[in-house]
């Protein structure tokens, strides 16, 4: 009888368990218009819903007791409630989210970005800023886990650069400019720039990533030389109220393979993340011509960082950074069993890239703070070609203390800074050093405004010192109104520079053979102008099912008296700097189309490059005047995530004069999600394009070959896929 008992008692604690729902009825606080696609979690559990179109979600299956849920929407704040259950109500629960910023809210307005130096939200910044996060950023590092390559190029306006046809060495361009003039930085600090900007793209894994900020268009007022084009800001994990493991496993057809981990935590006074990984790719010749699309590599990266949190006021962060790899590429007829290069051609980059970044954060008040960071870097690289060695080592630190008030009205932010850059070549025979050494000294200022309800006027004032160049003063303004609740505007300007090095895109491309040392005292800092002008519009359409969000954005750059490398009779090549200027100017669209679980992104790129010598005008080469975005997402929450791509490339000038061809590029991708781990599995290319099957990539003979410029893929379809494990 006690067992029966006991029996019943189980199935009915079953059944009352199982009968447990939470009915919500979402709505903006402020319009009282019915939110789709709104969610509401118990975070650290597998209960999660989201909105109909009618603007309800119901949580099955709860358990009894005091509940914190969490109901969030795209624009707008985040909100918590701690309710018992059952409710014993029979109405839906109604849930009112505060609009983030514009009412409406912009797309991924809730992200704070820190690339500006104060934390603000998307919409709240007078500075145009294009935030990658969360599920887009988790979607790009399925596509390829080993670096962030992908993950940039699929945005309007930056076309990844190959200058390598057997190394796939790659660099950044923003609206059409050289990778030299776009600054990459982690954190705020310059990691990425002179020598070991070459296979920063490379290196660079997503896993550990926060988020990617990106300024388009002059942003030296706030970070120094080098920003003319644009800022790409990598923002690192930091330790959040629970554990996190998680762990990657991928490898690819063309004999790929991804390992890699990320652990944090935070304790009461400590908190620590750690990310390792390994990356190895196979030598791949899909064309079969005998030369490598993708090289042989290995790499290793360990990036552990302590965070102490010392009492209320003082917070200090310990960074260090460890990257090693060895990556062939050449003839494939030459590798052995083994993979290693017996003879014939090849290119071998071998690197070590170290650095380290302490940060200390002394809360002064409640409004007010001082950060004193100092990061240090060592990078050794060395390019082996048949009969040809270039190898040296770079030693750069980055130093900086800031003060930074905040207020209800304003947000200001003060600092000085000191920039160092050495880099030594390891001699060799009957070829002149490059070495060179760089130090700046520079002061900034700036102050956001909220100069009215509806507008904000970011401004900004950089002085730089430079030992070879000289001083540089770089005034900044940026501008912010909101005309309503569905239309905002923003408006750029700046002046910016850039120190000269001889590491750009047209001496990588050639391994740096026969390229003199730059003449510095005839030599000048390149300076620039910036200008963009962005309209933004956010709506719901028909009964608020259907979110329609367009982005228009023009830009301007101008470049005077660029330094250009040019060839001398004797088979050398000198930096020159004729009078002239290089100019580009564009417009770029966005359009981002949701229906329930779809989302589809429309992008499009004008970008018109200009190089003016000496009076003499000419296209810019290896820019595609046009570009097509295509991306279309469907994502069953916490069950499925599905896209389809497709991309267009018009054609490119290139440097020998000819024109490359136009094509399309296409991909897909599925990832099926349980609570613990997903499984995922990538198409890329689906249209197996390859420049390989349209035009040459290189002249001459297999052992000796002269490459032509790589405008378009050379390794065609890769199919990638693995499993992600959340522990």
């Known amino acids: ?52 179109s009618a603007g309800l979600l119901t949580l099955q299956n709860l358990p009894n007791g005091s509940l914190v849920i969490e109901f969030s929407h795209i624009g707008y704040q985040t909100r918590r409630d701690t309710l018992v259950i059952p409710l014993n109500v029979d109405q839906p629960l109604l849930i009112l989210l505060e609009p983030n910023g514009d009412g409406e809210g912009e797309a991924l307005s809730e992200v704070q970005v820190t690339s500006t130096r104060t934390s603000r939200s998307i919409a709240n910044t007078p500075t145009r ?78 896993l550990d990533l926060q988020q990617v900020e990106v300024i388009k268009g002059s942003a030296s007022t706030l970070y120094g030389a080098g920003a003319i084009a644009g800022l790409v800001n990598l923002v690192s994990r930091v330790p ?103 003879s014939g051609y090849f290119e071998e980059n071998k690197t070590g890239r170290y650095s380290s970044q302490v940060q200390a954060t002394y809360q002064l008040s409640s409004a007010e703070k001082i950060t004193v960071k100092n990061s240090f870097g060592y990078f050794d690289r060395s390019i082996a070609l048949p009969q040809y060695r270039f190898s040296g080592k770079q030693r750069s630190s980055y130093s900086e203390a800031n003060y930074t008030q905040h207020s209800e009205k304003a947000d200001w932010v003060a600092g000085l800074n000191f920039v160092s850059d050495n880099f030594r070549e390891d001699p060799a025979a009957g070829i002149p050093v490059r070495d060179y050494d760089q130090k700046t000294w520079g ?18 004032l950089r002085g730089d010192y430079t030992n070879h160049y000289g001083f540089f003063f770089l005034p900044r303004l940026s501008a912010l109104w909101k005309i309503n609740s569905h239309i905002s505007t923003r408006l750029g300007a700046g002046f910016g520079y850039k120190a000269p090095t001889v590491f750009t895109e047209e001496a990588e491309r050639i391994q740096f053979r026969n390229v003199l040392p730059l003449d510095v005292p005839n030599t000048s800092a390149e300076r620039s102008f910036g200008l963009n002008y962005d309209i933004n519009y956010v709506t719901a359409l028909f009964d608020n099912q259907l979110g329609l969000s367009i982005n228009q954005m023009f830009f301007y750059t101008g470049i005077k008296n660029p330094i250009l490398l040019r060839q001398l009779s004797a088979g050398s090549l000198e930096y020159v700097q004729p009078k002239g200027n290089l100019k580009t100017r564009g417009m770029e669209t966005n359009v981002k189309l949701t229906l329930g679980d779809f989302k589809l992104f429309l992008g499009y790129t004008l970008a018109d490059v200009k190089q003016d010598q000496q009076g003499q005008v000419s296209n810019y080469p290896l820019v595609s005047r046009h570009r097509l975005n295509n991306v279309l997402m469907y994502e069953l929450e916490e069950k499925w995530k599905i896209g389809a791509e497709a991309y267009y490339f018009s ?44 035009d040459t990539i290189y002249t001459g003979s297999i052992s000796n070959p002269e490459f032509r410029d790589i405008y378009a893929p050379l390794d065609g379809l890769v199919v990638n896929g693995g499993i992600k494990i959340r522990l």
């Not at 006991?6 to 709505?27: H, I, P, R």
């Not at 076309?159 to 950044?172: D, G």
């Not at 993340?273 to 699309?293: M, R, S, W």
């Open 1 to 52: 009888m006690k067992l029966l008992t006991l029996v019943l008692c189980l199935f009915l604690s079953t059944v009352s368990y199982a009968q447990n729902a939470l009915k919500a009825l979402v709505k903006d606080a402020k319009s009282a218009e019915l939110l789709i696609s709104a969610t509401a979690r118990i975070p650290g559990t597998k209960f999660a819903a989201r909105t109909d």
């Open 129 to 206: 800023i294009e935030v990658i996060s969360g599920e887009e950023l988790e979607e790009k590092g399925n596509m390829k886990p080993g670096d962030i390559r992908m993950l940039l190029a699929e945005s309007t306006g930056i076309q990844t650069q190959q200058t390598s046809a057997t190394s796939a060495n790659s660099s950044i361009r923003i609206q059409g400019l050289d990778g030299k003039y776009t600054q990459i930085i982690r954190d705020g600090f310059p990691l990425y720039s002179g020598f070991s900007g070459g296979l920063g793209l490379l290196q660079i894994a997503p």
């Open 240 to 342: 959040g109220q629970e554990q996190q493991m998680n762990i990657l496993l991928n490898g690819t057809s063309a004999g790929g393979l991804d390992a890699s981990a990320f652990y944090s935590e935070k304790f009461e006074k400590t908190g620590a993340t750690v990310y390792a990984a390994y990356n190895h790719g196979a030598a791949y010749d899909p064309a079969d011509i005998g030369l490598t699309a993708i090289p042989r590599f290995n790499r290793y990266t360990l990036n552990p960082k302590i965070f102490l949190y010392i009492n209320d006021k003082l917070n200090v962060d310990i960074g260090l950074n460890a990257t090693m790899e060895n990556r062939i590429g050449g003839s494939m007829d030459q590798f052995s069993d083994s993979g290693t290069l017996k």
């Open 443 to 460: 002061a900034f200022v700036q102050n956001t405004w909220n100069a009215a309800e509806q507008l904000s006027l970011e401004t900004g």
């Open 651 to 694: 054609r490119q000038p290139l440097n020998d004069g000819n024109m490359g061809k136009a094509y399309w590029t296409t991909g897909l991708m599925a990832e099926k999600i349980w609570e613990r781990f997903s499984l995922f599995i990538n198409f890329e290319n689906l249209t197996d394009t390859r420049q390989t099957k349209f």
